[in-house]
């Protein structure tokens, strides 16, 4: 029995297509670490990760920090409308309040 080794052949599905699948990468959001295949999370994205029941409105505000992030901009906060590329364990902490 001989097993293939070419790894320039297509996976099913991806006949002809020459496109490698995705690399995920790990990053941490408020402790946790996700997946994520994105090369670069909008602010809205990354609310989204830290919280699956985010609403956007004008009472809920979410704050991001992040550290660990590439070259010049390895750390600092993120903005509702920004943002940034990801990498290989970048550290993010989203917080969540309430205007009363």
Request: charged share 25%; proline share 4%.
């Amino acid at each position: 029995m001989q097993h293939a080794t070419n790894t320039d052949r297509a996976e099913p599905g991806h006949e002809g297509s020459g496109h490698q699948p995705p690399k995920s990468t790990t990053i941490i959001i408020n402790g946790r670490p996700k997946e994520v295949a994105a090369k670069e999370l909008s602010f809205v994205e990354i609310v989204r990760l830290a919280f699956v029941d985010a609403v956007f409105n004008d009472v809920t505000i979410y704050t991001i920090t992040f550290k660990r992030g590439h070259g010049d901009k390895s750390e600092g906060t993120l903005v509702e409308g920004e943002s940034v590329k990801v990498k290989e364990g970048m550290i993010f902490n989203v917080a969540r309040t309430d205007k009363s």
